[in-house]
């Protein structure tokens, strides 16, 4: 994933497999939902294998935007609902809120 992301963004665990990323001063939905697809298949296609044999890692992203007005835990909860259906749909996947 380095490389793939822009030095002022910021990833962090947020708990048990749940991570963030904030991707400050984005200019639009479709720059954040590409930045996650492009964050996505960086994983997808990474080669793990210095961790074990033939392991396969892929990861799915609820994208949201910030709305006006709308708090920190809005916010969150829109985007791991957009998360879940991301893991219903078959999971290796972006969905966005």
Not at 27 to 53: F, G, I, K, T
Not at 56 to 67: F, L, N
Not at 84 to 89: C, E, L, P, V, W
Request: hydrophobic residues 45%; proline residues 1%; glycine residues 10%.
């Amino acid at each position: 994933v380095v490389g793939k992301l822009r030095s002022a963004d910021r990833i962090a665990r947020y708990g048990g497999e749940e991570f963030l990323l904030l991707l400050f001063n984005s200019a639009d939905a479709p720059s954040v939902d590409l930045a996650s697809e492009r964050l996505r298949c960086a994983v997808d296609e990474h080669s793990w294998s210095d961790l074990a044999a033939d392991l396969k890692i892929t990861c799915s992203i609820g994208v949201t935007t910030g709305r006006a007005g709308e708090g920190v835990a809005d916010m969150l909860a829109r985007a791991d609902a957009a998360l879940y259906r991301a893991k219903a749909g078959g999971r290796n996947a972006v969905c966005v809120a």
